[in-house]
């Protein structure tokens, strides 16, 4: 056989030929646009005429950024500089970015302290949104409402830490009273013997104003983007542990507590978060006796929490519905009485179905902290609307401004929804 | 949020403190400032500059009333409130006054339970319309877009006006007045309405005033002035005589130049020294001491000065005297006699 072959075939290869590249057209950046942007001749036109607008946009918008006028006092002078080009006025972001981050009013030489504030709050939520952390800096973040507070509104450190002293021997109380006679004496043990801490500390911290004392700052002083971190920061953080008493009290046996619950989210729901803020502006004023003024913050951050943690509720509900009536048998038949199962076999499984619910309604949340722009607060949108849009100097600009301040949200938002999706992965331990 | 709040919340402690109630004047002087309500925003009359200090016409107001009572004309806490809020603002005690480009009228002096305390500026609702539309009179405004601020009383004269005419028009209701610009300058209505004194501020600023007329109807009266509750006239007498001080001031020639020298010593001038506090009592009879005219007229001038520095002509917003010159100028600005 061999020799006849060899005798035929004029050539035989005895080396294997060197790999060859692939075709142009198979690899790289050619290959890429030929699969995505032009596999078929819908495509090729869909990606044309995307192209196409892509570049008008461009072309119309670059020069409105690229003529931008920076260092100007007010918008005439601008005006006068871009001599009728198309052009951004910046300047009004440079002359009146401290208003539009801290408010009109916060003091110049105090901004360090909500800055520090913020500051710290990216590092005391770490160990609450990342897990691999150590659990030890939990305490920093149990620590950090009480520290944020007195950085950001002033005042004596003893107020704040009174308030902590009352939370800490209120809960001891729980935990005492609970092992004894049931969870309900213990939330009723825990409500006085806070009551009683904060009011004897109200009295010492009456008493020492001046101790360890920041300048004081007041609540109308609060104001642009920095109020609205602060309303979502607070907002939805309490609303959270309030949504799943809320949707754990819907899903009661007990007929009050559910009713109570039920009516709750039904009116909270039913109301539109602007009339709720109306009533905390205007209402509630009439409610109390004159002289007893209800800081404006604290009633919209009661109503606002209230009408997230609603919504909140019926998420985490319908998380707990998902749940396969087995995991509710399951903790029962291991003998876990009804905390114990909640903490430890539904609200993890219910929680990690919720969690893109949650973070919708927080990301709307954040969003509809610019409401309290009606009841003219001097949030970032108020101030825009308000005092920077109606001055002398900058009437008629408007696209620099909001624009800047869709910024300003975008990041965070992008950022919070970023996070969710990061921790859905996490908590992932199906095989899908 | 001071102490007092958390202990209110707490243990709701508040309410036996009740009965505050009427002496407007204790409360301020107990609390140090005077809580002053102010627009969120109008150029001129009032808005915080770049350091978030509060200046202009009605600003100026809450400072002299300040100076008057407390002596200091820094020592107010301004409560911008909108439209919407002001009133209640008022009535529920938030603030103590109010200086807001708010118009005197019957039902809000007589219904809503307020006393106008004066007239600080005499305004009237005008219209503007781009040059284009080809418009002379607000007659011809049949079937035109409107351009119009809620819950003010413009909103309803222009349906008055519109009405009485026999013409038809199409609102476009908006909230605040940068808004109304924006929309007005990139033509979603054809016409915008609104104070005179405002379309002049506004104006200004426009990218191309003069392809804009304001049109030579006046439709309304629009008696601007601060206000106070109803029920408590000691407080009331305070804003509405320091008002009326700043407006004598000018009409006697007194300014913040030459205030101090005046206030020495009495002069020739009997209503200038009575005005001043070198002669007579009226600012026991007021309940403050006898300076307090003058520290009100030195905060920011006489009338005068606090129109020419705010919003007259040399400013940004031009505004001419008109008819808020001084009576002896053929103006309607005018205060009964200090005697």
């Not at chain 1, 892509?54 to 001599?83: E, H, K, M």
């Not at chain 1, 916060?106 to 302290?113: E, F, L, M, N």
């Not at chain 1, 903490?343 to 893109?356: E, F, T």
């Not at chain 2, 007229?297 to 001084?326: C, D, H, P, W």
Request: aromatic share 10%; proline share 5%.
């Amino acid at each position: 056989m061999s020799d006849t072959h060899a005798q035929t075939v004029a050539f035989v290869r005895e080396t294997q030929i060197p790999p060859a590249p692939p075709p142009a057209t198979e690899t790289g950046v050619i290959k890429w646009v030929r699969e995505n942007l032009f596999s078929s001749w819908v495509n090729s036109i869909l990606t044309i005429l995307s192209i196409y607008f892509i570049v008008r946009g461009v072309i119309a918008v670059y020069p409105w950024f690229a003529n931008g006028v920076w260092g100007t006092s007010d918008l005439a002078t601008c005006r006068q500089i871009l001599d009728g080009a198309t052009g951004a006025c910046f300047s009004v972001l440079q002359d009146r970015w401290r208003q539009m981050i801290f408010g009109i009013a916060y003091p110049d030489d105090q901004y360090w302290r909500p800055l520090l504030a913020f500051a710290l709050l990216l590092v005391c939520v770490a160990p609450v949104l990342f897990s691999k952390l150590p659990r030890k800096l939990l305490i920093l973040s149990a620590l950090y409402p009480f520290l944020a507070y007195w950085l950001i509104w002033g005042g004596t450190i003893m107020i704040p830490i009174m308030v902590m002293v009352g939370f800490v021997a209120g809960y001891y109380a729980f935990t005492w009273a609970e092992r004894a006679s049931g969870f309900a004496a213990g939330l009723a043990s825990f409500v006085v013997t806070a009551s009683v801490v904060w009011f004897i500390g109200g009295l010492i911290s009456g008493a020492m104003p001046g101790f360890i004392a920041l300048q004081e700052v007041p609540s109308r002083d609060m104001g642009g983007f920095m109020l609205n971190m602060i309303l979502g920061t607070i907002c939805v953080s309490l609303s959270l542990p309030l949504g799943i008493v809320l949707a754990l009290g819907r899903q009661s046996s007990m007929p009050i507590i559910k009713g109570i619950c039920v009516v709750f989210i039904e009116f909270i729901r039913g109301v539109p978060l602007i009339t709720l803020l109306f009533v905390a502006n205007v209402v509630l004023a009439y409610f109390f006796p004159p002289g007893t003024n209800l800081d404006l913050i604290l009633r919209v951050i009661i109503m606002i929490t209230m009408f997230s943690a609603a919504y909140i509720a019926e998420v985490i509900r319908g998380g707990l519905a998902a749940l396969p009536k087995g995991q509710y048998e399951a903790g029962d038949s291991l003998g876990l009485n009804y905390s114990q199962s909640m903490r430890l076999i539904i609200l993890p499984q219910a929680l990690k179905i919720s969690i893109p619910g949650i973070v919708n309604v927080a990301v709307g949340l954040f969003k509809d902290t610019t409401l309290v722009s009606v009841i003219s607060m001097f949030d970032l949108v108020g101030v825009l609307r308000g005092p920077i849009l109606s001055s002398t100097a900058w009437t008629g600009i408007y696209w620099e401004a909001f624009g800047f301040a869709a910024l300003l949200f975008f990041v965070v938002c992008y950022g919070i929804s970023q996070y969710s999706q990061w921790l859905e992965r996490q908590l992932r331990t199906d095989h899908r | 949020m001071k102490k007092s709040v958390i202990l209110g919340a707490l243990t709701v402690a508040g309410l036996a403190a009740g009965a505050a109630g009427a002496a407007t004047l204790d409360d301020v002087k107990a609390r140090g400032t005077l809580n002053c309500g102010v627009t969120t925003g109008v150029p001129g009359f009032a808005e915080p500059d770049a350091n978030g200090v509060w200046q202009g016409f009605d600003v100026a107001v809450c400072r002299a009333v300040a100076a008057a009572v407390l002596g200091d004309g820094n020592a107010v806490e301004f409560v911008p409130t909108t439209g919407k809020t002001r009133f209640t603002a008022l009535a529920s005690g938030e603030i103590d006054m109010l200086a807001r480009n708010t118009t005197w009228t019957f039902s809000r002096d007589v219904d809503l339970k307020f006393e106008f305390t004066g007239v600080n500026y005499y305004d009237g609702q005008g219209f503007m319309v781009p040059k284009d539309l080809g418009v002379t009179s607000a007659k011809e405004l049949d079937g035109a877009t409107v351009c119009i601020q809620t819950g003010t009383t413009t909103e309803l004269n222009l349906a008055d006006f519109f009405r009485s005419n026999g013409i038809s028009y199409e609102p476009v209701p908006i909230e605040t007045g940068s808004e109304a610009v924006q929309l007005f300058t990139a033509g979603s209505c054809d016409v915008y309405t609104t104070d005179r004194s405002a379309l002049a501020a506004q104006r200004a600023n426009f990218a191309n005033p003069d392809d804009y007329v304001v049109l030579p109807e006046v439709v309304s009266k629009e008696p601007l002035g601060p206000l106070v509750r109803h029920g408590d006239h000691e407080w009331g007498d305070i804003v509405r005589w320091t008002l009326n001080a700043l407006i004598t001031a000018e009409e006697l020639g007194v300014t913040s130049d030459n205030i101090s020298e005046m206030s020495m010593e009495a002069g020739n001038n009997p209503e200038i020294n009575r005005l001043l506090g070198t002669e007579g009592t009226l600012g026991e009879m007021l309940g403050l001491d006898a300076e307090w005219a003058k520290r009100a007229i030195m905060v920011g001038g006489n009338y005068g000065e606090v129109f020419a520095n705010n919003i007259g002509e040399s400013t940004n917003i031009g505004l001419a005297r008109g008819l808020n010159a001084q009576w002896t100028d053929g103006g309607l600005i005018y205060s009964p006699p200090f005697r």
